[in-house]
């Protein structure tokens, strides 16, 4: 499944989950090796945009909001460096809406290397 061009990323998840600093499940250490912080998350988003029009998404579940997909790939750095993440999106049961859900790092991708 490719994921529409057209799919929603909520400025918010950009601004205050992915790039804002967590004592937990912290992602915005791991995004600023490539050169994503709070000062510039259009570029996080384009990046995120670039990923799934070059990866399929598989399937990963549903339920009742709708259906769930994995984009896996290789995150294209601001400053030449590349993180091996997973992308998890929503098909919406409401409306048929992609809308973008979380990204993390792909251990497994990460730890091969």
Same mark, same amino acid.
């Given at each position: 499944m490719q /994921? $529409? $061009?057209n799919a929603i990323i909520p400025q918010a998840k950009l601004?205050? !989950?992915l790039l804002k600093y967590k004592t937990k499940n912290? #992602?915005?250490q !791991?995004?600023?090796q490539a050169g994503f912080t *709070?000062?510039?998350p259009e570029q996080l988003k384009i990046a995120i945009y670039e990923? /799934? *029009?070059t990866n399929r998404g598989i399937k990963d579940g549903e339920n009742e909001y709708g259906i769930f997909? #994995?984009?896996s790939g290789e995150l294209i750095g601001i400053n030449r460096r590349n993180l091996s993440v997973i992308t998890i999106w929503l098909q919406r049961k409401i409306d048929?809406?992609?809308q973008f859900i979380t990204l993390k790092p792909n251990k497994e991708k990460t730890q091969n290397d």
């Amino acid at each position: 499944m490719q /994921i $529409p $061009p057209n799919a929603i990323i909520p400025q918010a998840k950009l601004t205050e !989950y992915l790039l804002k600093y967590k004592t937990k499940n912290d #992602k915005s250490q !791991y995004l600023s090796q490539a050169g994503f912080t *709070q000062d510039n998350p259009e570029q996080l988003k384009i990046a995120i945009y670039e990923l /799934i *029009q070059t990866n399929r998404g598989i399937k990963d579940g549903e339920n009742e909001y709708g259906i769930f997909y #994995k984009v896996s790939g290789e995150l294209i750095g601001i400053n030449r460096r590349n993180l091996s993440v997973i992308t998890i999106w929503l098909q919406r049961k409401i409306d048929n809406q992609f809308q973008f859900i979380t990204l993390k790092p792909n251990k497994e991708k990460t730890q091969n290397d």
